[in-house]
């Protein structure tokens, strides 16, 4: 990733989603091998900025906004 991307993703993207009172932001990133990392995140109402709901390697596992199961790991099987 080039450096102004990461930044972007990282640091501009998630406060300007949160001053628009998106409630729930996800980054992907790759982390090692092939495989994705999940960054969950979900807007705190009271401070208007994100907090850490987890962060997911093997499993991207979570009920909100909506349910959703996803085996990181078969991308080793592509």
């Known amino acids: 990733m080039a450096?102004?991307?990461v930044e972007r993703d990282?640091?501009?993207k998630?406060?300007?989603y949160a001053q628009a009172g998106i409630p729930h932001f996800w980054r992907v990133e790759k982390a090692e091998g092939r495989r994705p990392v999940v960054y969950v995140y979900e807007l705190d109402p009271a401070s208007d900025t994100y907090?850490?709901?987890g962060s997911?390697?093997?499993r991207l596992k979570v009920g909100v906004p909506f349910p959703v199961d996803i085996d990181l790991t078969?991308?080793?099987r592509l």
């Open 3 to 5: 450096a102004g991307s």
């Open 10 to 12: 990282r640091d501009t």
């Open 14 to 16: 998630p406060r300007k």
């Open 51 to 53: 907090a850490v709901n």
């Open 56 to 58: 997911h390697h093997d």
């Open 74 to 76: 078969e991308i080793d």
